[in-house]
């Protein structure tokens, strides 16, 4: 079975610009969260999409977005970048809500996000 | 929120020695995870274990969840065990989404 898949992989844009990044989730998946990983540092949670709604949005500013489609695949807006939105973005799958026990996340490889 | 604390921050070992690696937390916790980070970038999740210890291979993991801490320890270190070590947590308090710590690079010299 194919795990969390991301694309793209690398990604360069400008400040201003908006991007788009995308994920599928593990085959049975149903939640996807969306992490954001500055270098040296661990992931920091930005959402959790469970059954295509909204479970849980961390503290990030509204220049982010995220949605959930029917097959579960996921994307993440990022709108009016900053040089500080740099960082490796991580997609996560896990069968139910992250927080019920039990629930391991299965990570991506990340799309690498690079602002100049 | 919940504060997660990782050491040694960084780790430098000879191949086939042993290593372990501490992750403390601030509150109580219903959900603890041990992540290995390769030079790639890629997540791979190791161990789910909120309380008690799991074995996998050379690879094996305590929480003491009374305690509020949790152990990964390290076998006969390989080379491909390189990387960074993440413990993360899910707090019974908190907004039920998982909290990493610091983490801990791991460096296994041939």
Redesign the interface.
């Known amino acids: 079975d194919a795990g969390v898949t991301q694309s793209p992989t690398h990604l360069i844009k400008t400040r201003g610009q908006q991007v788009t990044l995308r994920c599928s989730p593990i085959s049975g998946h149903k939640s996807v969260s969306w992490y954001q990983q500055v270098l040296g540092q661990g992931p920091q949670f930005i959402f959790q999409y469970y059954e295509k709604e909204e479970r849980g949005r961390g503290n990030f500013p509204d220049r982010f977005s995220a949605r959930q489609f029917p097959n579960y695949s996921s994307e993440l807006n990022v709108n009016a970048l900053l040089l500080g939105d740099s960082a490796l973005y991580l997609c996560a799958s896990s069968l139910a809500v992250t927080g019920g026990r039990n629930e391991k996340l299965f990570f991506g490889s990340g799309t690498q996000l690079s602002v100049l | 929120g919940i504060q997660v604390e990782q050491s040694p921050p960084d780790l430098i070992l000879q191949e086939g020695a042993n290593s372990t690696l501490r992750c403390n937390f601030s509150d109580s916790v219903?959900?603890l995870?041990w992540?290995h980070q390769n030079p790639?970038?890629?997540?791979?999740?190791l161990f789910?274990i909120?309380s008690g210890t799991k074995q996998n291979g050379r690879l094996s993991a305590t929480t003491v969840a009374t305690e509020r801490y949790s152990l990964l320890y390290i076998s006969s270190s390989q080379t491909t065990d390189s990387g960074v070590y993440?413990c993360?947590v899910?707090s019974n308090f908190g907004?039920?989404?998982?909290?990493?710590?610091?983490?801990t690079r791991l460096t296994i010299i041939p």
């Open positions: 219903n959900n995870q992540f790639w970038g890629q997540l791979i999740n789910y909120p993440f993360a899910i907004n039920e989404k998982l909290t990493f710590g610091t983490g």
